[in-house]
């Protein structure tokens, strides 16, 4: 029984862990390959709670109603498309980024940026069927893309498929070993195989 516990702790510590991975991988990506004048300089983007009136600021809000215009004026003008979907992203607000996201992606689908960003936003609105069918796109066009081998193990993990995700990672160890993800995949199979 405990071990089935120190198991259990062990798993969830994983998801939790990999979710905050996704997140940091996220928005590094977005400081390098967003132009920052689009999403704001200050970093006033990245609310750290759920939007609310009491705790969004008047120029989120301004800057989100300014990115909506613009894509109705541009329809086809994929970075404010992007820029808005990272900015409700960012604001807590994926079910609405997928929106953007899936339009941008229309115009440019092999842009593997916009695609990590749907399996962000898949991923924290639990639809993992989805989360990991983008991350399979990706892997189509970079098989041995780290972060998307790592995050499909964490995807397979929160869907319950272990068995899965430590092929995933066992994968990933072996493409890319000197690879940031490689090591905390190596770290996460070992303390399961000792438990």
């Not at 609310?47 to 086809?76: A, C, I, M, R």
């Not at 962000?120 to 609105?125: A, K, L, R, S, V």
């Not at 639990?126 to 098989?143: G, V």
């Amino acid at each position: 029984m405990k071990k089935q516990q120190s198991i259990s702790f062990i798993f969830i510590g994983l998801i939790v862990f990999s979710a905050i991975y996704f997140i940091i991988f996220r928005n590094q990506k977005t400081m390098v390959e967003t132009d920052v004048s689009e999403i704001g300089s200050n970093g006033a983007f990245q609310p750290t709670v759920q939007p609310s009136k009491n705790n969004v600021t008047p120029s989120y809000s301004e800057h989100v109603d300014q990115l909506k215009h613009s894509v109705e004026k541009n329809p086809n003008n994929v970075s404010h498309r992007k820029a808005l979907g990272q900015l409700l992203m960012d604001g807590h607000q994926p079910k609405e980024a997928i929106k953007y996201f899936e339009e941008a992606l229309a115009l440019t689908p092999k842009d593997d940026s916009l695609l990590f960003d749907m399996t962000m936003c898949y991923f924290t609105e639990r639809q993992y069927d989805k989360a990991l069918i983008t991350t399979e796109k990706i892997l189509s066009f970079s098989p041995k893309r780290p972060q998307a081998l790592y995050n499909k193990g964490v995807i397979l993990s929160a869907m319950g498929k272990a068995e899965e995700a430590e092929k995933t990672w066992k994968k990933l160890i072996a493409v890319m070993p000197s690879s940031d993800e490689a090591k905390m995949a190596k770290n996460y199979l070992s303390k399961i195989s000792m438990k």
